[in-house]
Every structure is written in structure tokens, then in C-alpha cells.
């Protein structure tokens, strides 16, 4: 499904693109500065950071979050300038270096005065979307009056680009189960679980669901759930569910499946919630169970992502591109409503 915006002339005059993401450390000393970062103004117990601060020190104290991100930046700036339009592309980050202020800061230093925005996130919640634009108005305020506009790029979970290239790493993940296993396999979507009060607020849930329908459509596959990883919050707080480990030892046990795909179709680049969560915590648990489990890779720089990017940005400058989405809920529109998502 494709379609037509409405919106004026003055939409096609940008000079920037800026890719907003969440950041993470890229070193020992690092880990607790960044953590403290995230969870600040919030009620987060020192024992909880500290406990989390371990997972990264598994790795070196470093995210994988920044690699991904450099190399997507190196790919989109090469995809601009290939088949354009050839605007520069700048990096800022919620929680670490480089903060969105500092992009934002070298923008205005470049003389950009409008630029569009893509966020890291294919779905709406308050910390998947409205958090970014709130903090890039905050970043502009902190600078002022040469502070270049930002208008956001429209969620893209149904587009094509997103559908393809993340169908395109569930295939691969696929192909690893033994042939004669293979249709007997489970995919099981993931994604950060909400608290519920902030999901029912968001479209959030819907549109995973139909992500995943249409990522399981595109293979051919049947036989697909959907479930949340990565919570925290106090346990009298409800959160969506199933937790992910709680529903793979209910497909083991009810089900008797002995071979699943965990495809983390809510995360488009790799991060510390993807390689500890899923790599340790959960695979901990398929080898207890005896379950062959095959991680599919995000997205991450994969050529129809990086693809799409572009043609988002495309169909803000030119009015009369098309809007591409594929299933029935048509393409997001360029500005959120103004209730979504508190």
C-alpha cells in the first residue's frame, strides 16, 4: 500500500540528515557514568545499576550499539551520495556520546538550518519516538536561535524496506535449522517489553503484531509469537507479556518444540539487551532445555534497510512520492498525534 502527502512546499528544503539513537559506553570506564545517564531522575536502586554494569563488563564495558551504528552511518552517507539527494549525515544519542546537543551543536557550527531525522526505532512508544523528539527540542533549546530545525522521519514499520530486510535475516537464521527439522521449527518474534499503562497509550503492540505478520507472510511461515524481553521496573508494576523465557519453556513444555528461531524484530541495531538478553540469558535456557535455538541478526546495516532510510527521506522532500507501506494500515503520517504516546 502506497500513498500521497499532503504536505506544503517548505517540505522539501533540508540540508542535514541526523540519525538519533540511544547510545551506549565504549569502554570499561564508561559503564556506570552511561547507566547513571539513563536512568536519571529515576527510581533505580544503585544494587540494580551495579548489577547491570556486569553484563557490559562481560564484553569489555562495550556496546555493540556504537560499531553498528558507524558502520550504518558509513553505508547511508555512500547510499546519499551514490543516488541521493547527497545531504551530510550527523550522529546524536539520548544517553552517551555523542549526545544529540553535540550533534546539534556541530550542525549549527555547518550552518544547517533544517534537517530530518531518523530514529533507531521502527515503533511508536513514548521511549521509542516522542522521548527522541522531546530530547532533540531540548538539545535545540540548550543551543538556541542557530539551532537548525528537525522534523522526524515517519515510523517504518510496515515499510517495505524494514519488512524485506528483516524477513531477509530470519531467512538466514532459518536456513540453519537441519532440513528435516525445519518445518517444525518455531519462530518467535521479541521485543523491549512496556510498562502496559505507557503501551496502552502507544500504538505500540499493534504495530509489532503486524510487523511480525508481515515478516511471517513474506517466508511463508505459520507458526509465529511474539514475545517481550529486556523488562525492568518494580514487579508490581505490569509489563507486556510473555516474558520471553517464560514462553519458550511453555513451547518446550506444551508444545514439545526442539527447534526455534528468535528473531528481535524491535531492535534495529545490536545492543546490550540483544547480545546478553538473548545470546546468554536465553540460549542459558535452550541448552537446558535442549532446545536448538538460532538468533536471527537485526537488521543493522543491511542494504534494503539502508535503502528505505533514503526513500524516507525522499518522500519529504518531494511531495509527490510515494508513501510506501505494505498491509492495510497504510504508512504512518509525518507527525505523530498530538495525544500518542505521553
Not at 545531504?87 to 549549527?108: I, T
Not at 536561535?145 to 531477509?168: C, M, Q, W
Request: proline content about 8%; some cysteine.
Amino acid at each position: 500500500m502506497c500513498g500521497k502527502t499532503t504536505s506544503n512546499d517548505s517540505l522539501r528544503h533540508y540540508d542535514a540528515l541526523l540519525v538519533a539513537s540511544f547510545g551506549g559506553p565504549e569502554g570499561p570506564d564508561d559503564v556506570l557514568p552511561f547507566l547513571e545517564d539513563v536512568v536519571f531522575g529515576k527510581n533505580v536502586p544503585r544494587s540494580r545499576l551495579l548489577e547491570v554494569a556486569k553484563h557490559y563488563e562481560m564484553f569489555g564495558g562495550v556496546s555493540p550499539i556504537n560499531g553498528q551504528l558507524r558502520a550504518l552511518l558509513a553505508a547511508l552517507a555512500d547510499e546519499l551520495n551514490t543516488r541521493g539527494p547527497p545531504l551530510p549525515v550527523y550522529w546524536g544519542n539520548l544517553h552517551w556520546h555523542p549526545f544529540l546537543s553535540d550533534a546539534l551543536g556541530q550542525m549549527a557550527g555547518d550552518g544547517v538550518r533544517r534537517a530530518l531525522a531518523f530514529v533507531t526505532s521502527a515503533f511508536g512508544s513514548y521511549s521509542g519516538c516522542r522521548q527522541y523528539v522531546e530530547a532533540i527540542e531540548q538539545a535545540r533549546r540548550e543551543i538556541g536561535p542557530k539551532a537548525p530545525k528537525v522534523d522526524k522521519l515517519r515510523l517504518f514499520y510496515n515499510h517495505p524496506g524494514f519488512i524485506e530486510a528483516t524477513a531477509s535475516r530470519t531467512a538466514a537464521a532459518l536456513a540453519e535449522i537441519p532440513p528435516p527439522d525445519r518445518s517444525s521449527a518455531r519462530l518467535l518474534f521479541t521485543a523491549h517489553s512496556l510498562p502496559i499503562a505507557a503501551a496502552e497509550r502507544s500504538p505500540y503492540v499493534r504495530q509489532l503484531r503486524e510487523s511480525c505478520r508481515l515478516v511471517a507472510d513474506a517466508l511463508g511461515v505459520r507458526k509465529w509469537d511474539l514475545a517481550y524481553q529486556s523488562r525492568s521496573g518494580p514487579p508490581s508494576q505490569p509489563w507486556l507479556e510473555p516474558d520471553v523465557r517464560d514462553y519458550i519453556q511453555t513451547l518446550h513444555e506444551e508444545r514439545g518444540v526442539k527447534h526455534l528461531v528468535i528473531a528481535p524484530i524491535g531492535f534495529l541495531v545490536e545492543n546490550m539487551e540483544v547480545v546478553y538478553d538473548l545470546d546468554i540469558e536465553v540460549r542459558d535456557l535452550c541448552n537446558a532445555l535442549g532446545v536448538n535455538m538460532i538468533r536471527a541478526a537485526v537488521v543493522g546495516g543491511h542494504p534494503r534497510l539502508v535503502g528505505m532510510i533514503r526513500e524516507l527521506v525522499v518522500e519529504r522532500l518531494d511531495p509527490a512520492a510515494e508513501r510506501l507501506a505494505l498491509g492495510t494500515l497504510g504508512p504512518w503520517p509525518d507527525e505523530c498525534p498530538k495525544d500518542c504516546c505521553r
